[in-house]
């Protein structure tokens, strides 16, 4: 048995039913005749009982029979349409994440994260390096040449020297994170 829904076109809706009247006397269908039928077109039972109602439908009120598909063009669920240009307005700290960005465009998160998974938005990571002036670096290189033995060149023993690392008083986060339109670009916080 075949659980996965399948669209039937019109030409095998039509060959189901003549299956279905070859194996039908009078009109009636003999037990497991739909269960049959179903195997041969590797198909749910459900869709060749729905194909022989629709044509028995036919026959009562007298018109030709017609098992071709009611949908057509035009069906299904419509897709959310999200203005892209949208998200470049909006700020960065407001499109940090995706339920942020999602609340701010007014769509849900599952629609902002198909529009991830397809490629339509994407996100950004944007690592905060401040970059080091000339001056800087001589103080650095100053500190570890004054970090050298004079005679053995070798480095001095900093057991007794305390080191305070800087993010413990950063108050800025070592990374921000942020969405954006595929070819959006982001202003450089550093």
């Known amino acids: 048995m075949v659980n996965k829904r399948k669209n039937l076109s019109d030409n095998e809706r039509q060959a189901i039913y003549e299956a279905l009247l ?53 069906c299904g669920r419509k897709k959310v349409a999200i203005d892209m240009s949208r998200i470049a307005t909006i700020p960065l700290n407001k499109r940090t994440t995706l ?28 690592t905060l390096k401040p970059y080091l002036r000339d001056d800087n ?19 001095i023993d900093m057991k007794n020297i305390i080191h305070s690392d800087e993010k413990w008083f950063n108050t800025t986060k070592k990374q921000e994170s942020s969405t954006c339109s595929p070819r959006g670009s982001f202003e450089n916080n550093s």
Request: net charge positive; glycine share 6%; with cysteine.
């Open 22 to 74: 070859l194996r039908s006397v009078n009109g009636k269908l003999k037990r497991r005749t739909t269960t049959i039928v179903a195997h041969l077109f590797n198909i749910n039972r459900c869709y060749v009982q729905a194909i022989w109602r629709t044509a028995k439908q036919c026959l009562a009120a007298g018109v030709p029979v017609d098992v071709s598909c009611k949908r057509k063009k035009n």
């Open 99 to 126: 339920r942020a960005l999602a609340h701010e465009l007014g769509v849900t998160r599952s629609t902002l994260h198909r529009c991830l998974k397809k490629g339509k938005i994407r996100r950004h990571s944007n």
């Open 137 to 155: 670096k001589k103080v650095r290189l100053q500190h570890c040449v004054a970090m050298l033995d004079g005679g053995t060149l070798r480095f």
